[in-house]
């Protein structure tokens, strides 16, 4: 199930359960007997069903009328009455109302948990699918690399990288490039010379650890921003761990940001903030010091490295 799937369903149940709420809790508190007050609250929640799906999944609306004349059916006192044959206290507008309240409660608890966690887990397959294949042989390499405070950090360069056409054929027999079709724009092709981090920090001269990326962004004078803009620095999490950064490079009239990245040792693609396979947990920095680029760093001489702006 992809994003937009879990994110669909979850809006559904999400509409439907609060149509459900709305009608439970109100026929619980009040116990309308009055067959025009009765209407009014299933047409309420109907209101609230129909309205939430036709906002995020207008496709599902058959599903939320179902719903809705379910909760029409149920505000009938003499249908109510026929129910009660097999559960007599049904009738009872105060049982029924409770007990629809606390099944579509339910229903939104165990929705919000599910979602939660298979969001977890869609980013925790779509971060392994772009590192799996990373060469684990790097060294350090011999340059003196660090932060404006004068902090080394160290980088990294392969042992033996692949060729680019090695490479460009390792990425086309991925998923990740598959699973996120028609929403990148590619930028660079796959190199082994950098990471995410380096093609950021170090202008895809070198793979740099996630761990270095906090005290960069701390001793380079980052500050957290609410309202992005082109030059912006947009750093993924996951809880605690740092998974990946790119660069905004523009912000569009809807309010859609777009990032330039490098995803692991695959290409540089230019994507929404929200499409990439580093999960929505992302956030944006700014620095007034001009561009990104670690001091140290060696002019850049060609070899297939693929770079960020300075």
């Not at 559904?12 to 025009?36: D, E, K, M, N, Y």
């Not at 001793?219 to 750093?235: I, S």
């Not at 944006?284 to 001091?295: E, I, K, W």
Request: hydrophobic letters at 45%; proline letters at 6%.
């Amino acid at each position: 199930m992809s994003d937009a799937e879990l994110f669909r369903r979850l809006a559904l149940v999400f509409a439907c359960s609060g149509g459900a709420l709305v009608w439970g809790l109100t026929t619980a508190a009040f116990a309308p007997r009055r067959w025009g007050t009765q209407v009014a609250v299933a047409l309420a929640g109907a209101v609230v069903a129909c309205g939430g799906v036709a906002l995020f999944v207008p496709d599902a609306l058959p599903v939320a009328a179902g719903v809705s004349a379910a909760l029409g059916v149920l505000a009938v006192g003499a249908v109510r009455a026929m129910i009660a044959a097999a559960a007599t206290r049904l009738a009872r507008p105060r049982v029924a109302g409770l007990l629809v309240s606390v099944a579509a409660a339910g229903g939104l608890v165990a929705e919000g948990w599910r979602y939660d966690r298979r969001s977890e887990e869609l980013a925790d397959q779509a971060f392994e699918m772009t590192d799996k294949d990373t060469p684990p042989a790097t060294a350090v390499a011999s340059v003196r690399v660090y932060t404006d405070r004068g902090t080394v950090v160290p980088v990294r360069v392969p042992v033996d990288p692949r060729t680019p056409t090695e490479a460009t054929d390792d990425e086309r027999g991925g998923e990740v490039l598959a699973k996120y079709s028609e929403r990148w724009i590619r930028r660079g092709p796959p190199t082994d010379h950098s990471n995410c981090h380096g093609w950021v920090f170090t202008g895809g001269q070198f793979n740099l650890s996630g761990e270095q990326v906090d005290a960069i962004l701390s001793e380079n004078g980052y500050e957290k921003v609410d309202k992005p803009q082109a030059g912006d620095v947009v750093v993924y999490r996951a809880d605690t761990l740092l998974r990946h950064t790119g660069v905004v490079q523009a912000v569009l009239p809807d309010g859609t940001v777009l990032v330039e990245s490098k995803w692991g040792w695959m290409g540089v693609f230019l994507h929404a903030a929200g499409d990439s396979p580093y999960g929505q947990e992302y956030e944006f920095r700014r620095s007034p010091r001009a561009g990104h680029l670690l001091a140290g760093l060696p002019p850049v001489t060609g070899g297939g490295i693929t770079r960020a702006a300075p």
